[in-house]
């Protein structure tokens, strides 16, 4: 089965993403040999099965914290079939540092563009299209609590997966 990570800073939306996919159910266990918990689900996205993976949160691929270690652990050695990284669009400056290091370290990556109602609402426009042409990957924008673009993230996985057939 396919996994799906699901990668990002802290509070920017992961859990509630991870929700969206697998509906809610989830088995939390801690990382091997740590106290850090991760929760991984399943989730039917077009006519595939797969295994979905709330990361913690990190905020670099170079770990400072447990949290960071187990996020990084999980994506060098499960070797997930599509990262997604989630960001708080209000921070993406700040936050898009993290994109150009997963890219470099060679994975999967689409990136979702979360919290975009309070990015709009504070007066930031932030050009997806644009940034999905420079960056060469896939990029949405999405309101994870209120599921506003879940439908075309779930299409967006579907594309990417035939295209790595």
Do not use: C, W
């Amino acid at each position: 089965m396919r996994k799906i990570a699901i990668f990002g800073s802290p509070n920017v939306g992961k859990s509630v993403m991870f929700s969206n996919l697998t509906g809610s159910y989830a088995i939390v266990s801690n990382y091997p040999g740590t106290t850090v918990e991760v929760s991984r689900g399943k989730a039917r996205i077009g006519d595939e099965e797969f295994e979905v993976i709330d990361t913690p949160g990190a905020y670099s691929l170079l770990p400072v914290t447990e949290e960071e270690r187990v996020a990084r652990s999980i994506l060098i050695n499960e070797r997930p079939s599509i990262v997604l990284h989630m960001l708080d669009a209000k921070n993406l400056e700040r936050m898009l540092p993290l994109t150009l290091q997963l890219l470099e370290a060679g994975m999967p990556v689409i990136l979702i563009l979360n919290i975009t109602d309070e990015a709009e609402d504070a007066g930031i426009n932030i050009d997806a299209n644009r940034l999905e042409r420079d960056l060469s990957i896939p990029v949405l924008a999405t309101v994870s609590t209120t599921g506003k673009g879940l439908d075309i993230l779930k299409g967006r996985i579907e594309e990417y997966v035939k295209k790595l057939l």
